[in-house]
């Protein structure tokens, strides 16, 4: 196992990452930005190198920065958490040419999903369900049409190197085609470097939902159920649950054994996430994240396993501690993620907290790296933290969100604890009624008003 390592990251999953470290006995490195040297994870860390001025191109982006950061403190893994370098196979193997393991997938894998039409040709060769479109890219109009006319209107165009809902345009029709495939591709140009752009049926009304899976490397691999992340705003998730209301025992089980099975024969080492759109009962793969995800601690709470554990234990060429028949889904848990944002607006809201005070009690979790004090930069993303809650079953679950909710005091900043208050009382919500579109269209109903 590894004796020092490096944690290329930022806020929560820092510490997240620092106290799989702990746990596992692994002496831990934290890196930091000049805005962030009263973080808590700075202060948590047997050692702490300052990599650069808040700008992350300048700080968490920096590798240069990091490979002195690994050289001065002899760190011999890193792990990046999310965002930032975590899905940059270049990074992982600059890291392996100077013998420092990345703590995650191998460098081809994670550049394979990197590549949307790669990842997608990749996941129906490994028998995982994908949506009717383009075999590949469509490089002129007149095939694009024709493959649209072959899986009907409407169609969605999206950029090979987007991901994360960037670069897609609608088409509701014939007249509406060419005008979607030249924003596409200019959009798509202007954001990654690349214009390859793909078609896709377009799915009207779908729930996200996705598959943690975790495999060995050498042909083993587990899933470990579904979260459902469909309660989203602008493509950032509000609200994750694990299982989702809308599977019933079978459909989870046919998911995930497939999704087991392609990452088994993939070779894939570490955690993944496999991500659907589901529509009247089939499943669509759209895209793979090669990383630890905001939302995993609510499939650790119905799993009863560490998935930063494994993921790091893995990293070091461990087994899998657990088999498929270890898995056990147990009970519900829900995560609302804790933005220093306005409730209603969504605008920022970074500032020093002044008031901090986190619900506990039975199947409570908070994962955050807040405290009564600090001050959250304007630099970064807005997440202040998580609130998980478990239950045996939704409705325990719900009943404690709610009474958890409650309990929670943050001063100083504004929060989007006042949206969750809401949502946990309402109707669709409680019966888990809500497809992607379900939170954007209440908002614009009033929802947050007044
Ligand atoms: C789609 C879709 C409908 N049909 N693909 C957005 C993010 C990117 N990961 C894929 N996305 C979508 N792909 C087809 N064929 C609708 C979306 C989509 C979406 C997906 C997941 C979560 C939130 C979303 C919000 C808007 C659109």
Same mark, same amino acid.
């Given at each position: 196992? #590894?004796? &020092? ?46 990599? @650069? ?34 899905? %940059? ?12 393991? #990345? ?8 550049? !394979? ?10 996941? &129906? ?77 377009? *799915? ?9 899976? !975790? ?50 024969? *993939? ?13 009247? @009962?089939? #499943?669509?793969? !759209?895209?793979? %994240?090669?990383?630890?995800? $905001? ?18 234990? !893995?990293?070091?060429?461990?087994? *899998? ?12 848990? +829900? ?10 607006? #969504? ?14 009690? *039975?199947?409570? /979790? ?9 001050? +959250? ?31 929670? $005091? ?10 969750? /208050?809401?949502? $946990? /009382? %309402? ?13 954007? &269209? ?9």
């Amino acid at each position: 196992m #590894f004796d &020092k390592v490096l944690i290329a990251n930022r806020g929560e999953i820092a510490l997240r990452v620092l106290r799989a470290c702990k746990e596992l006995g692994i002496a831990t490195v934290a890196v930091h930005s000049t805005a962030d040297s009263e973080a808590m994870h700075v202060k948590l860390a047997d050692e702490a190198v300052c990599i @650069g001025p808040p700008p992350a191109r300048d700080s968490y982006l920096n590798v240069s920065q990091l490979l002195a950061a690994c050289e001065i403190t002899g760190a011999d893994a890193v792990h990046p958490g999310y965002g930032f370098l975590s899905e %940059n196979a270049r990074f992982a193997e600059i890291l392996d040419d100077h013998g420092i393991v #990345f703590i995650g997938p191998k460098a081809e894998h994670i550049r !394979i999903m990197g590549d949307k039409i790669a990842a997608k040709q990749t996941a &129906k060769r490994l028998g995982i369900p994908v949506v009717p479109g383009s075999d590949g890219g469509v490089s002129e109009d007149g095939e694009a049409l024709r493959i649209a006319r072959e899986i009907g209107f409407p169609v969605i165009i999206k950029a090979a190197a987007g991901g994360g809902g960037r670069g897609m345009k609608v088409a509701l029709n014939e007249d509406e085609m060419s005008v979607a495939l030249s924003t596409a591709r200019s959009e798509a140009k202007a954001a990654f470097g690349d214009d390859a752009v793909y078609i896709e049926k377009y *799915l009207q009304k779908p729930r996200h939902i996705e598959v943690q899976v !975790i495999g060995d490397g050498r042909g083993k691999a587990v899933h470990l159920g579904e979260r459902d992340c469909s309660l989203q705003r602008r493509h950032q998730k509000v609200w994750e649950e694990a299982p989702s209301p809308a599977l019933n025992a079978s459909e989870r089980e046919r998911i995930g054994s497939t999704v087991a099975k392609a990452m088994a024969d *993939l070779g894939y080492l570490g955690v993944g996430t496999v991500e659907f759109l589901y529509e009247d @009962g089939e #499943f669509y793969f !759209i895209e793979m %994240n090669t990383r630890i995800q $905001v939302e995993h601690p609510v499939t650790e709470m119905i799993t009863d396993i560490d998935l930063v554990n494994e993921q790091i234990r !893995i990293a070091g060429g461990a087994e *899998l501690s657990f088999t498929q028949d270890d898995v056990k889904l147990n009970g519900h848990a +829900i995560e609302c993620r804790i933005n220093a944002e306005n409730a209603a607006t #969504f605008r920022p809201s970074p500032g020093k907290i002044t008031q901090w005070h986190v619900p506990g009690g *039975l199947g409570v /979790r908070v994962d955050s790296h807040a405290y009564q004090g600090y001050t +959250i930069p304007p630099y970064y993303d807005s997440l202040a933290g998580k609130l998980i809650v478990h239950g045996k079953t939704r409705t325990e679950c719900l009943m404690r969100l709610r009474r958890a909710l409650d309990e929670f $005091v943050v001063d100083g900043i504004e929060t989007t604890l006042p949206l969750f /208050r809401t949502l $946990v /009382r %309402n109707p669709d919500m409680q019966d888990g009624r809500y497809d992607i579109h379900w939170l954007e &269209k209440q908002l614009a109903d009033g929802l947050m008003d007044d």
